[in-house]
C-alpha cells in the first residue's frame, strides 16, 4: 500500500491481475481553508461524497490495484478535466470558452454547489489556489492511475480499469435501475466487458442499465484507450443498496455489495485471460 496525502494505492507493485479499480469520489478529508471558506454547514458537502463506496471497493478487494481518493470532491473533482475551472468559483477564469453541462450546472473542477445548496463558498479562490490543488492533488491521482494502467497492459496484454462510484436512487422506484454502468456508449472499452458485467448484475437480480443517465466522465475518457488494449468502464452503485436508512452510514446491504463488485471483478478478469495468456 502507498499512502499519499491525497490518494492511497493498494496492491503490490507488480499488477496481479489485468484489473485496475479507481475510486475517485469517496474522499472524506476536508482540509482546513476548504472549511474557513465555506458559507454552508461541512455536513451539506456530503452530498457531493459517493458515501462509504470506497469501503465497497475494500472488502471487494483481492489484491488488485486500486487507488481511493483521501481528499473531498469539495476540495476538487479528480473525475474532472483540468478545464472544467468555473468563473463563479474561480478568480481570473473567464467564462468565454465552451462548457461542459457538468460545469454549467456547478459541477466543475472545484464543485460550486452541493444538493440543493446554492454556492457553498464565501469567496473565491484564486487561480494559484487552484492551481496548486491541480498539481499537488489531481495530476498525481491520473499519473498513477495512468503508471498503473500501462504496467497492466504490458504484463498481461490488456488492462481494464474499473471506475468505481454511488448515485442517488433512480426513479421510479422498483423499475428504475440499481447500477448503471458507462463505457461512453462503446468508445471506452470492448463491448464484451460491458457484456459480462451486465450478466453479473442479471445474475444477481438486481436492474442494470448502460449509459444512462451516466455514460462515463474524464476518468474514464482520459484513461481509456481501447486500441492500445486499455479499457475502461464506470460502475454507479445505488447508495441504497449499501448504505443505511439514513444513506449515511454502511448498512445490511454492504455485504451484498462488495460481493456484487467482486463478482464483476472476477468476470472481468476472466474476460481478459486470452489476453493475459497470450502476454505470457
Known amino acids: 500500500m502507498t499512502d499519499t496525502s491525497s490518494f492511497v494505492r493498494h496492491g503490490p507493485a507488480e499488477p496481479l491481475s489485468p484489473v485496475v479499480l479507481s475510486v475517485p469520489h469517496a474522499g472524506r478529508e476536508y482540509p482546513l481553508p476548504l472549511r474557513t471558506a465555506l458559507r454552508v454547514p461541512l455536513d451539506h458537502l456530503k452530498s457531493l461524497e459517493d458515501r462509504h463506496i470506497d469501503a465497497v471497493a475494500l472488502a471487494a478487494h483481492g489484491g488488485e490495484t486500486l487507488f481511493v481518493a483521501r481528499l473531498a470532491r469539495a476540495w476538487i473533482d479528480l473525475n474532472r478535466s483540468e478545464a472544467e475551472r468555473d468563473p463563479r468559483v474561480e478568480e481570473g477564469v473567464t467564462g468565454g470558452q465552451p462548457q461542459s453541462a457538468k460545469l454549467r450546472s456547478g459541477l466543475g473542477l472545484v464543485p460550486r454547489r452541493a444538493g440543493n445548496s446554492a454556492d457553498i463558498w464565501r469567496r473565491r479562490w484564486s487561480s494559484d489556489e487552484v492551481t496548486a490543488r491541480i498539481r499537488s492533488d489531481h ?123 467482486r463478482a464483476m471483478i472476477d468476470a472481468i478478469a476472466d474476460e481478459a485471460a486470452p489476453g493475459a495468456q497470450a502476454a505470457e
Open 139 to 261: 495530476r498525481p491521482y491520473h499519473a498513477a492511475v495512468e503508471a498503473a494502467l500501462k504496467a497492466t497492459r504490458d504484463r498481461f496484454g490488456v488492462a481494464v480499469l474499473l471506475d468505481i462510484h454511488s448515485m442517488p436512487s433512480l426513479t421510479p422506484a422498483g423499475k428504475a435501475p440499481r447500477i448503471v454502468f458507462g463505457d461512453r456508449f462503446g468508445r471506452s472499452a470492448s463491448s464484451r466487458f460491458l457484456s459480462r458485467l451486465e450478466g453479473v448484475a442479471r445474475a444477481s437480480g438486481v436492474l442494470a442499465a448502460a449509459n444512462a443517465p451516466y455514460s462515463g466522465g474524464h476518468v474514464i475518457e482520459r484513461h481509456a484507450a481501447p486500441a492500445e488494449a486499455i479499457h475502461a468502464i464506470q460502475i454507479e452503485f445505488d447508495r441504497a443498496l449499501y448504505l443505511d436508512p439514513a444513506l449515511d452510514s454502511p448498512g445490511r446491504g454492504m455485504d451484498f455489495t462488495s460481493g456484487l463488485l
